[in-house]
């Protein structure tokens, strides 16, 4: 075990304010020889699995970041199907564990750069855990080189694990001690090679529509990014059910093109880079009306090779997010233009006290709102509430209704 100590490092997690539940942890169910998949099938492969697989409890913490929690019956290996982590235990312990951002100036003073999510892992039983699998998406050929290892973060720095096995999908290592784990490369071995491939995903969500019109956010990453870190920040965007796998080169440029060939793409072309959170922005964005039922898309590199092809059909995802959105957020849009030229500037400062009582929006968004043209302010609340999901629209329609009757009658807003 290399040791690259440095004082106070960054890498430090956030405040553990745990808000409220999101899933209900599942008993552990024997897995069969299977890999690792996105949206639920089974991937086969030859790779023989000696672990069971369990679904954890997942807190919202302060910042919306996800803390996961698992009780372990005993000693196995246990796979997290959220994080695809395996955890090879020696006794009955439970585990919390969640994900940070790395301190990238703590991994370059050693040489190293982030090759996957970052995981802190806590537990009452220190020496429960004894070793840990980090999904990785390197190729068959890539695995050769020794590039990867895991970087093993505490308060008193950073040591780097060497790997007594790599798989086909997990680097493995023993645990000397409960702390924060991430798979890393070695900078100079990995980017001698960059334009080696390496097994990647693109996912498809489709927003909120507006009227007539709808985007579709593209995103690109890495294989190993968890898919829940992933959807949790696409603000209630409904994840289109796709095959998903790819493999792409880091520093290449990556364009997508549609069929029909009118609909609007930003932006034109992007460079694949490692991406490890916290934060999944799009990398493109198409533009569609919500009459388009059906695309054909593909994402190609500079020379004009395919990557990644397929033909998208939009009717489930939209049959998905109509079941599911509720009655306050449909009003929202369906009359958002009409309430954003209505609401009077007296109704909008009666609104904006409702919302800030009900700890819906900070001081410092109504700030922001004030800050804006008179005849944008509406709109803007709006937008900001809309955002935040079924409570905090039903709240304001009702706060509406009482200090503004006459506009919730001519719109017809029976909440």
Known sequence: MDDLRKDNPRATSPPRYVERIWLKGDETKPEKSNTYDHYGKEDETTEAQDFVTFSPAVFQCRFQQPLYRYKFPGPG????????????????????????????????????????????????????????????????????????????????????????????????????????FGLVWHIIKRFMTKNRPIRSQLMLYLRTPIKELQIMTVIVLQENVPLHEISRQQNGAQRVRIPSHCQLDFGNKYSIHVDPEDLFLQPMHDEFSPRFGPNYHPTFEVFLDTSTESLNLKLQDQSGKVAWENRVYLQEARWLMSRRMPYSDMQLISHRTALSNGISPDTLEKLLDVLIENTILTDEQIESVRAKPQEERAREVLQMVQYKGRDPSTILLSALREVDPVICKELEIDY
Not at 104 to 122: M, V
Not at 162 to 172: C, I, Q
Request: charged share 25%; hydrophobic share 40%; glycine share 6%.
């Open 77 to 180: 290996a246990f796979r997290c199907n959220l994080t695809n982590l395996v955890f090879v235990m020696a006794k009955e312990a439970e585990l919390t564990y969640m994900t940070l951002i790395w301190d990238e100036d703590l991994l370059n003073s050693g040489g190293k750069t982030p090759a996957g999510p970052l995981f802190e892992i806590k537990s009452a039983v220190e020496d429960a855990l004894t070793q840990l699998r980090f999904p990785h998406g390197e190729t068959k050929e890539a695995m050769k080189d020794g590039a990867l290892s895991v970087a093993d973060i505490s308060d008193e720095g950073m040591s780097i694990l060497k790997p007594l096995e790599m798989t086909e999908t997990h680097v493995v290592v023993d645990v000397p001690h409960l702390s924060s």
